[in-house]
């Protein structure tokens, strides 16, 4: 038991409204749980499947896989876990590149897990810079299915950043520290005012700055290495405006101009500070599969405005209109890109359409304080364009990368990759990507992940590929520094025997 958080004995209100859609995830094998030599009840599906990651860079076999539907049976599953002395990992939709959801034990996925309470607004709450206005889920929610609960409720309401893609869950958006492309947000993990989690006894602990700051602290950013989450309570606001989305195609030299870099940093600078969110996105070569450089660099840049989105036919003429705008992106990644304007409600314009539909890929990617000129960020993306054409060129079978770059705000939560005491401080998340099976990449996202560190202190983003990284482990342990040892002064009271530690964080998160 904890002194610094409440602790719930029996059920907690559950979210009350499923959003559940799911068509059923028992496998074949499912009931030889019940044979298992552990008692686990009825209720709990249980299955065995080996494990792959959505971008494939990631297959085990965890011994089993349990799909809980209820706090009681998260309790149940912790309960047995310790009992039976094994290691358990949740998974959400599977969209890491990290080993970070690996269990060789006990894996719980948390599809079942997506109940949405009514909307909560209380002006005098603790939503600092919000509108007074919370939401509480089940960590597996959907980010697709909770913006179309929002959009829905009375008033409408929205996060005002978010993810880009909206088939990942909360629980893993949340514990990962991701974010979106707004200079005005942090990561998603800064929008939670509470959290609950299941701890290595089965006990459930409410996390909250009125509770315990630093257990709060911890809860918020936490790798998955507190417990099983269960819910999360997000600020939330009025959708009382919308984004109006802006996409060009400028000269690649025109925004990264490294024959002088710090006026190029300025003018990338007044850019980013214009925009509510900015993203940028370049792939190498101007025809796909032809290695000819691409001189055009996609930029997208999103504004808040009171106009209204267009509806019926003046929506298909637009529509319509900017379909047939140029260029027309032949990479088939990107073909759903049209320059030109548009206004959307903030969910679409957050998860505009990309990618083919088959196509995965795989991602490194990191964190990295821009200087006041944002002279290191255009020396840092520039560079980045060099290697990856020269790396994308060499093989007809490589010819499938990108790259892209966002803004976002710094967060004082301990083990955030944009930690910083100064909260105006502006963060440079770039990624450097490729289709799934691109040979050598892992190579590439290493020793770009090892110069993204040695160059510009940058930190990796938890969710991407880093492990394979020379050196990273000690590194991180030198950057997190005596954070590390606050978050464990909270773990080691809900997890003292380190059930919800795997080969990931083992290391890091050493005492
Ligand atoms: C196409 C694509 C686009 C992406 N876009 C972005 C982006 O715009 N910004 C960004 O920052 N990231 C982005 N990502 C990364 C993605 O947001 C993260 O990988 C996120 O963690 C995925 O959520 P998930 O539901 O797939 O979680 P998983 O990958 O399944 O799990 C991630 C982690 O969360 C833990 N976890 C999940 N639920 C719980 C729970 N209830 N309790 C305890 N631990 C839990 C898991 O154990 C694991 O450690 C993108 C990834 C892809 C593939």
Redesign the pocket.
Known sequence: MTNSTHIHEENAAAPSGSLSTLSPILSSKAAAALDGPEYVPESIYVTFDSWT???GNLTYQPERTFHPKTLGDLKTIARLAKTHGKKI?????????SS??VSKDYLVS?RE?DKVSPPVHNPEGPCEGGDGWTVTIE??VLIEDLDLYLRQHNPPLTLPSN???GC??Y???L??G???ASVNSSTMSDMVTEMT?VNAHGELVTYSEAVDPEAFNAACLN??LL????TATLKVELMQTRMRVRDSYPRLDSIFNTSDPSASGLKLKSMVLQQDSIEFIYWPFKRFGQETFNEHIWCKQWARTTDLVPEGEEAEARKKLLAERPPSVDHPFFASFHVGEEIMEIPDAIHFPF?DGKST?L?TGIAMKVDPDFKNVIEAFSELVEKNYEFSRSMPERMGTALELRFIRSSNKMLSPVYDEDPEAIFA?VNLMALSGTPGFEELAAATMANWIHRYNAKP?W??MWEATPGVVPYLRQEYGPRIARFNKVRKVQDPLDMFVNATFEEFIRD
């Open positions: 990651n959505w971008g990992r949740c998974t959400g939709s599977g969209h890491s590149w970070t959801a948390t897990m960590t597996g993810v880009l893609v990942v869950r629980g893993g958006v514990t990962m991701t974010h979106g989690i790798l998955g417990g099983l989450i269960y990618g890929v991602d998340m983003h969710a991407k």
